[in-house]
């Protein structure tokens, strides 16, 4: 199993992660090492097998519908890079 | 004071021989002095610390102090702490003040608990040797120039260096057992569901599950009493009633079936490492247990069936980093596209980044059968295997680690081989199993690990087991030369 | 040559809960921006979702209402993708196993034909926050508060040929959802709205062309325009040799056109998979028929009990049951003016105060008629105390305030003219005035008849009870 440069571009982009030009061998040679590591499961027989998502064989709690949490906008914004008039600020968005 | 366990602690404290200002005091002191060489506290909270021991103090006196009211612990810096920074290990978080408490932050709040501070850890959890934390590694105690192992290594590093009584820690495929091993201290992995994951921030949220670390399993179980139960805002919180998880600290072993996976006896173990675990195992049958050896015959492959489902879960739960609404924005992003790319690209180290994108590609269109729903159903297999084992032991043993604490930098360069640091524990956090790892003897004076694996649920058999060994050995009252 | 158009449409409905699908947030619209955006809406690191259970009974709701397969076992799945107003990076959904399977919606159309139109599926989602798009600074503000308000996408087969065919099918699923309670239908304030899914092809041809997705249409005139600018478009490119491009595209309700939303287009790989922080969703048997008996009557069934009941005709029927205010209030009116005048208060309700209705861009809720104050002015025509002509004159000054039916009656002396003598003699003046007309209709002109009415009633102001004028002319002349 052996990932390109350009595979390695492509993912990064999906990922949304800038990789350096010069890092990006390095990248394409651990993850293909790991995609390598990973395929040992071709050769299992899973014909039949049920995919486990999840470790619980349970299944979704629900919730009352009530509203119960208040405003703490501030408080969360403290965080926050850039904010005006109680908004998130980013980049224009062009639809 | 800080060679007493936590349960010593509490009896101290009850006893009126200490108050919990006094040891929190002497804590944060041993810190203060002695965490330098171990870089082992990415943020110490001494001033709400000695706040909270006052609080607990006054509790006491008041005549309303629960079990460890007044011990002080530290948190992993994966678990929310408001008003506290909770970085994760990273530099996109390292401007996060948490608004909120995790649960587990909570109930030991609400236990009476002094937190000494945040500890450091792998970045965002992933490793297995702490080297990928954005504050640089942690030490080993028991030796400077080798890794504590990850990614909870600054929990097992405080406990083992006497710079906190305990310590909470996360599991996703070994991360509280791994360094717990490495460090000779005691810790336990779960039953998935069973500690609240509200505030823990995720990895890969179907595998991640909190736990205690500590010098002995009593301990560990007196903090499991605290952190485990029902949680209504965590949908995978089990809902089951409380239990006292000490109520297994003086059953016998006598008659006990232990099963010893061949596959975790071949070849790739050090050999010093086999040779505690066959003292250990002898240790057992001195007390009377019965071994049996068990067939998991899809073990091998739970290194594999991990490296796809981690990173895929991980691929999702990352992508809110973003510099948008907390965490790391890089400067003057020229548009939306350059704000995620450098926020992120910029935010993370190369690990996060190889198992993002290990697990994007897993998911992408035209790999998802092949790497996602052939690794769950390879984890479908794994969970079988223990389902048969466990109609024949009640308990399984093996090591926790293929060997003991390796150097710093010894494997930073080869993902696959330090990913395979975790070929015994893996397998655990795929079937939700709960495991523990406890301190059983040294190799070329490092610690060796011993892992004890049970069935659902069955952490207070599993924590009475380790119990009933530590209380005829000496391993887990030893200290490292320096932190003594 | 000629074509035939495909559409499917993918309908969002918010769905009327009171907190979010996920967290314990308000979902009340036009709050100040992002005071209703708890942590685990604004995806905080650490937080978990719990799902409302008024959510999946809502969803069951409507799978019940269309006759469709409720899951038994329902799968919450991430979908990824990264944008500013989707706060976690992905957007919970439901992929492989939604929670409505199958169904299906009769629609009418004006001439009268039903048409089926199949419901491949519907499932639970949460909503995106807003971009807001105004200049901070050449910078686009985010708010969150929608973010995490519960959505039933309900996804139609592609079983509609033409932009009217499409609009009878959201507005049927419109009423439906507010039959059930389940959504407002505002759609000023996006609370309803869909993703029109736009082919054509040669008629007589199986095979599908190439669609494009209009995105985000929040009205039933937008929808019908979209669709025929985009049918148009395609018809061109495809006549003009050239190939439709399968992609995303945005209604300018201002150009009367369909653009290409580039920035959506790339990326497209959500990968979906299944959200390890919820477990499976099991609705059993108890559950549904819970549901079940919380059902009101449906807008079919109460068109057929419209139609048996009160003997209205398909058309009339169907129109009075098109919403749940519409067809109570026909009834509360009927109940008050007697069901024996069911055609009548069909009229009305209809036309004077559908019209009134329209004319002011007003809902049936917040009509200043009430139902009660109609039925008492029906009463009146009922008990001849005024004509339906003057009736007429009467609901408008009802319209406008002026007080009951009564109240107008007697202020503007309206009452109805039933004393013969006193009409006999309008009559006779009537007839001494107009020697002329007389010797005419005398002589064989029947029509002037309806002059000597229009005489008699102009005299009267109208008063006069028709019906005796009619007879009382006939005997003089």
Known sequence: ?95 | MHEKSIAELAAALKEGEVSSVELTAHYLRRIETLDDALNAYVTVTGEQAMEAARAADEARAQGHAGPLTGVPIAHKDIFCTEGTRTSCGSKMLDNFIAPYDATVVARFKAAGCPILGKTNMDEFAMGSSNETSYYGPVKNPWDTERVPGGSSGGSAAVVAGRLAPGATGTDTGGSIRQPAALNGVTGIKPTYGRVSRWGMIAFASSLDQGGPMARTAEDCALMLNVMAGFDHRDSTSIQRPDEDFTRHMNTPVKGLRIGLPKQFFGEGMDAGVARVVDEAIAHYKGLGAEFVEVDLPHSDLSVAAYYVVAPAECSSNLARFDGVRYGYRCEDPKDLLDLYMRSRGEGFGPEVKRRIMVGTYALSAGYFDAYYLKAQKIRRLIAEDFASAFKEVDVILGPTAPSTAFRLGEKTNDPVTMYLSDIYTIAVNLAGLPALSLPAGFSDGLPVGLQLIGNYFDEARLLGVAHQYQVGTEWCGMAPGGFV | MEWETVIGLEIHAQLSTRSKIFSGASTAYGAEPNTQACAVDLGLPGVLPVLNEKAVAMAVKLGLAIDAQITPRSVFARKNYFYPDLPKGYQISQYELPVVGRGHLDIELDDGETRTIGVTRAHLEEDAGKSLHEDFHGMTGIDLNRAGTPLLEIVSEPDMRSSREAVAYMKKMHSLVRYLGICDGNMQEGSFRCDANVSVRRKGTEKFGTRTEIKNLNSFRFLEKAIEFEVERQIDVLEGGGAVVQETRLFDPDKGETRSMRSKEEANDYRYFPDPDLLPLDIDSTFIEQVRASLPELPDEKKQRFMNHYGLSAYDASTLTSSREMADYFEAVVEQAGSGQAKMVANWVMGELSGALNREGREIGDSPVSARALGALLARIQDNTISGKIAKEVFEAMWAGEGDADMVIEAKGLKQITDTGAIEQVIDQVIADNPKQLEQYRSGKDKLFGFFVGQVMKQTGGKANPAQVNELLKKKL
């Open chain 1, 1 to 95: 199993m052996s990932l390109s440069l350009d595979e390695v571009r492509k993912i990064a982009h999906l990922a949304r992660l800038s990789v350096q030009e010069e890092d990006l061998q390095g990248y394409a040679r651990n993850l293909s090492d790991i995609l390598g590591l990973v395929q040992q499961m071709d050769g299992v027989d899973t014909r039949g097998v049920t995919p486990m998502a999840h470790p619980l064989d349970a299944s979704q709690r629900l919730r009352v519908d009530e509203p119960t949490e208040t405003d703490q906008r501030d408080h969360f914004q403290a965080n926050a890079p850039a904010v005006e008039s109680g908004l998130y600020l980013v980049p224009k968005v062009i639809e």
